[in-house]
């Protein structure tokens, strides 16, 4: 069902550039992948130095999502999922999480980046009910627009909307809380926001040299604290245990001994 990827190539936000470090990149690395340019793993280092935590701290992200899409397709019946600024393929994805659920969910993904739309297109060429999207999120319209989206996802039915990871990656210039509230508005009645982002909270230093090693990269780190995260959610429902750090979302076992404080909080909420 994935479309050709028709974008314009000549928009600025589709072409690759390999001279800066991309954050799906960068991710990919933090996570033992091999879908990144020497850029990408110096900044990447850099960013390592500064925050040694965060190769945990991404591999909690990814068992926060694990664990939402599970609670959203088994216990909130949603069966159309529009994961925005999805990054590099990482087994198991979203469309598999969900397909062990339940069969025949349906799943659009949408990424900023070529590289990625071709590494998810070359892995779901073949998958049923899912659409591989390049768009931005810094334009929601566009993507909710998108005859790639709409192709697997009905606005008329609960959808779940994955924001993992990416809102960190809108300045405040850029309005992450309009983004999201179009995206919210769009979002028909039992649906659900999944949603993660990077905080400073947790760290004396708020890990600014961390987040400095971004201003050099295709989009900036922006963490901010868990008022703002928060009110990202509008008024949605959030359910239990609330806005957390990502390791303490509905964890399947209690963290290890001195594991350390993950930088990221991470909540699920539905839509009344």
């Known amino acids: 069902m ?50 040694p935590e965060v ?16 609670h959203v397709v088994a216990d909130g019946g949603v069966r159309q999922i529009l994961d925005i600024g999805t990054g590099l393929p990482t087994e198991p994805n979203v469309h598999q999480i969900a397909h062990a659920v339940a069969p025949g969910t349906r799943v659009a993904y949408v990424d900023n980046d070529p590289i990625v739309g071709a590494h998810s297109r070359a892995l779901m060429n073949d998958e049923a009910d899912t659409s591989v999207v390049l768009a931005d999120l810094r334009d929601p319209r566009a993507v909710l627009d998108h005859p790639g989206v709409r192709e697997v996802i009905d606005f008329d039915e609960p959808v779940a909307l994955l924001l993992v990871a990416i809102l960190h990656f809108i300045t405040d210039a850029e309005d992450p809380e309009g983004i999201v509230a179009t995206l919210r508005d769009a979002l028909p009645a039992g649906s659900f926001l999944v949603l993660s982002h990077a905080t400073g909270d947790l760290h004396a230093d708020g890990r600014a040299e961390a987040a400095a090693v971004y201003k050099n990269a295709t989009a900036s ?19 239990d245990p609330g806005l957390v750090p990502v ?21 699920v909420a539905r839509k009344s």
Request: proline share 15%; aromatic share 10%; charged share 25%.
């Open 221 to 239: 780190m922006n963490p901010r604290p868990h008022a703002r995260v928060l009110d990202l959610f509008g008024d949605f429902t959030l359910l």
């Open 247 to 267: 390791p303490d979302w509905r964890p399947d076992e209690p963290p290890a001994p001195g594991t350390p404080p993950i930088g990221i909080y991470g909540g």
């Open 2 to 51: 994935t479309p050709p990827l028709s974008d314009d190539p000549s928009s600025p936000s589709l072409r690759i550039d390999t001279s800066k470090p991309h954050p799906a990149r960068m991710y990919d690395y933090f996570l033992g992948g091999k879908d990144n340019y020497p850029v990408d793993q110096e900044a990447a280092e850099k960013f390592i130095a500064a925050a």
């Open 55 to 70: 190769r945990d701290g991404v591999r909690a992200n990814r068992r926060f999502l694990h664990r939402a899409v599970r």
